[in-house]
């Protein structure tokens, strides 16, 4: 089949392939631990599922507005009141299926051919796919472990040119777990006015972060950047609702009219029963989020220490989200691999444990192991990889 041209260059998600791979072999009975997972391993809190039951037997299962029910925008303009201290009018928020979903909207709209947005590397896999499927240039900046994964002002000003039109701020990221800290984004924030561009922060990890560190949306920081800034937001990972697929956008009203207008023929609307359990994860009660989040937290405070000890395996504390990202180039060269993606396929096929490569994120001396699995799993697949790596060694 000859397929579109706009096709032909995309890569198939990394974390899905990996995914597919592990289950695969699960399915033949092999015994594999995945942390290739994207997602929390908690069921969606009881609160929700008894909310989306009730709309359901209430009879609300027709279509919505395209850019979600009022009510659900009313809940997420509520959410970033009480968390952000940011003030949205409905004709500023737009529901969409899942944070993925609102961000291909927003490139779709957004972007010309040739115009250019920023993406800071290690970067979640989707970002310059999505951006190139919207005939837009990713142009990357190279956030180093020395400079704990995070881009500088600097480097973001030496990037821009005048086809830029973005810059992507991840905060907490995926995969590396980094928070940019308020006098960063600060600067971050200067630099794009100045340029008069376009920040998009994604956030879907706010609620995922540990120690001291606080989470602050580059939007809160002035009149300024609250204009220039598109928030990116959903319940999949605070709330462990990965499959019921809702995000949303929170900016400028004539981008959102426009990102609205596209969804009302595209996907017509977010699925409405998830609507209504998102409207009962923002207005409910948080606690399962904060429960889940100390879950999280005792998990990486027992696996780091196991993973940093492993040989050749260089890896930087995380402050948010749920990815360890260790360097491992130097475990893979000294086990007698040509790669880290080969020695990634080694991981899965002879230690029986599902990681991903970081070549997928940009950072191809890496892998990403994600603790959003029992603490059992996790210490079990560290001690394989562990023996792995000195077996060869
Ligand atoms: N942004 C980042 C950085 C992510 O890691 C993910 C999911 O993995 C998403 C956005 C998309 O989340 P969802 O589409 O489930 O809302």
């Avoid at 009660?285 to 889940?292: A, D, F, I, L, R």
């Avoid at 890496?366 to 959003?372: M, Q």
Wanted: charged fraction near 20%; glycine fraction near 6%.
């Amino acid at each position: 089949m000859n397929l579109a041209k706009r096709v032909q260059t995309l890569t198939p998600s990394t974390t899905l392939a990996i995914t597919a791979k592990a289950n695969e072999l699960k399915a033949q009975g092999v015994d594999i631990i995945g942390l290739g997972a994207g997602e929390p391993d908690y069921n969606t809190p009881e609160n929700i599922l008894e909310a989306a039951y009730q709309s359901m037997k209430e009879g609300k299962t027709k279509y919505t507005p395209a850019g979600g029910l009022p009510a659900l925008k009313e809940a997420i303009i509520n959410k970033l009141e009480r968390d952000q201290h940011l003030s949205y009018k409905p004709n500023e928020i737009m529901v969409g299926i899942g944070a993925k979903h609102v961000l291909y909207t927003l490139f779709q709209v957004l972007l010309n051919e040739g115009d250019e947005v920023i993406i800071p590397i290690p970067y979640w896999v989707s970002y310059p796919e999505q951006v190139k499927l919207a005939q837009g240039v990713p142009v990357y900046i190279e956030a180093t472990a020395s400079q704990q994964y995070k881009i500088s002002a600097v480097q973001l000003k030496e990037a821009i040119t005048d086809r830029t039109k973005a810059v992507i701020i991840n905060s907490p990221s995926n995969p590396t777990g980094m928070i940019y800290s308020k006098q960063e984004l600060e600067e971050l924030a200067e630099v794009c006015r100045e340029a008069g561009i376009l920040i998009v922060s994604d956030e879907i990890y706010e609620k995922l972060i540990y120690g001291d560190v606080t989470h602050t949306s580059i939007a809160e920081l002035s009149e300024d950047a609250k204009n220039r800034t598109i928030i990116i937001n959903g319940v999949s990972k605070s709330h462990s609702m990965t499959g019921w697929r809702i995000g949303y956008a929170a900016g400028d009203a004539g981008l959102i009219k426009a990102m609205t207008d596209l969804a009302s023929h595209s996907t017509s609307n977010p699925t409405t029963t998830s609507q209504y359990a998102a409207i009962e994860a923002y207005n409910g009660t948080q606690e399962t989020v904060e429960e889940m989040r100390q879950a999280f937290e005792s998990r990486l405070e027992a696996i780091f220490p196991k993973v940093e000890a492993i040989p050749g395996f260089s890896v930087i504390r995380p402050q948010g989200a749920f990815y360890l990202l260790p360097d491992v180039s130097e475990a893979a060269r000294k086990t007698g691999f040509d790669s880290v993606d080969d020695f990634a396929t080694a991981l899965l096929t002879e230690a029986n444990v599902a990681v991903i490569p970081g070549s997928g994120f940009g950072a191809a001396s890496t892998i990403r192991l994600s603790y959003a699995t029992s603490l059992d799993a996790l210490t079990e697949a560290v001690e394989r990889i562990h023996k792995f790596v000195t077996s060869k060694w």
